[in-house]
């Protein structure tokens, strides 16, 4: 059978081929029924093979070791009715991706969803596992590429068009070509208001850009489009909580975190890498987050050994070092030491990168200021390979600049933040921070010149 898109499906039923398609439907928006749209194809049909596959990937995608021998079963699971009924060969390699994924090998994953692109550039599973695994391995210009690769095949007329529009509109922002991803971001949520990835990608544009004002009214306008969402709505009003940070609104941030970002105390590593980064922050203001950081401590200590990312592994210890949980600490470094003489896929980046942002980022709530400039001045180049997007690694430039400032480098300080506001001339952080180093070497008239700014861009 053939899915919406034309994609080859093995399937008993038409029914069962529709059910699956709107599973994939479900997991491109976002939806919090995707899980109930995945038993419902399992039901219409037992043997559908991509259903297998799906759940699978699924599991993997929660980013928790205890969840990889989920991820097993379904692999297995869908061995054995490949041997019953057979299976494309889009279905085979899918099958081998999540082989690879549950290894480690995320590298080998990549290349058979792109493999798969090649062949069939309207498999959206293929399409959003391979901006997933980019994304994570922080390749954006790969990100960008990959979607632009697939675009002769697509137009209004595919269903789900809208959801390859949102992604071009991530990998675009990401590379900072931040016009054309503003219009195909714009473009998505036209065609379809309820796409988060979409609306997320032009927030960023306006992180990026340093419009925070406009940045709040696009995420409160679409708001209400996502209340059949899943917790990446969360993430979406993190950004919304940015913006109100950058410009000064610190109460408004601790309401938007209690209220929206935080209401309850979820497992999920996207919320609380969300919540991490953003008490961080609110420290580093001068702001008092009370014991906020006590609950995101507890979650975090019960993922010590995960390293299913590196990238959520450093939040996790980030919030134990918070907190005050030094024996914590200890334990996840002796953990991600150990897992760092794998030497390879996400171990690699813990041995190369994770380890010493780590180090960094405990020597900061020690206040050791010295330590931290010594361990992060060598990776500021390399922080990109952890994944995540600009917006969130921006959390360790800004550590960075802090230590120096508060370490006396007032010289390098100066130049990090000569190049951030040349990159980012309204990130209205940049230019407080300009003005605190040029005061703290008594070039007052400088000082004054970056305040009025940072006033200015309060005030736009």
Known sequence: ????????????SAEAAA??????MAYCGF?????DCLKRALAADPQLVMAHILKGCFMMLFGRRDFVAKAERAAQAAEATIREVGAEARERRHLEALHCWIRGDNEGALQRWEAILLDEPRDLVALKLAQYSTFYRGDSAGMRDSLARVLHAWDEAVPG????????AFGLEETGDYAAAERAGRRAIALNP?????????????????????????????????AGCNNFVFHIRWHRALFHLDLGEYDRVLERYDREIRAESTEDYLDITNAVALLWRLEEAGVDVG????????RSAARLDDHILVFADLHYVMA?????????VERWLRS????AEAGEGQSRVMAEIGLGLAEAAIAHRRREWGRVVERLTPLRRAVHAIGGSHAQRDLFGEMLIDAALKDGRFALARALLSERTHLRPRNIWGWTQAARAAAAVGQEAAAAAAEAEARRLRAA
């Open 194 to 226: 309820a796409d988060a990835w979409a609306a997320h990608a032009v927030a960023h544009v306006m992180e990026m850009q340093g419009r925070h004002r406009e940045g709040i009214a696009w995420v409160d306008g679409l708001d209400r489009e996502w």
């Open 31 to 35: 939806r919090s029924d995707t899980g």
């Open 1 to 12: 059978m053939r899915d919406a898109r034309g994609v080859p499906v093995t399937a008993a």
């Open 320 to 328: 134990l070092a918070a907190a005050g949980d030094a024996e914590g």
């Open 161 to 168: 068009y809208g959801f390859v529009l949102g992604c071009h």
């Open 336 to 339: 991600a030491r150990r897992y």
């Open 291 to 298: 014991r906020r950081w006590a609950e995101l401590a507890e």
């Open 19 to 24: 059910a699956l398609d709107a599973t994939v």
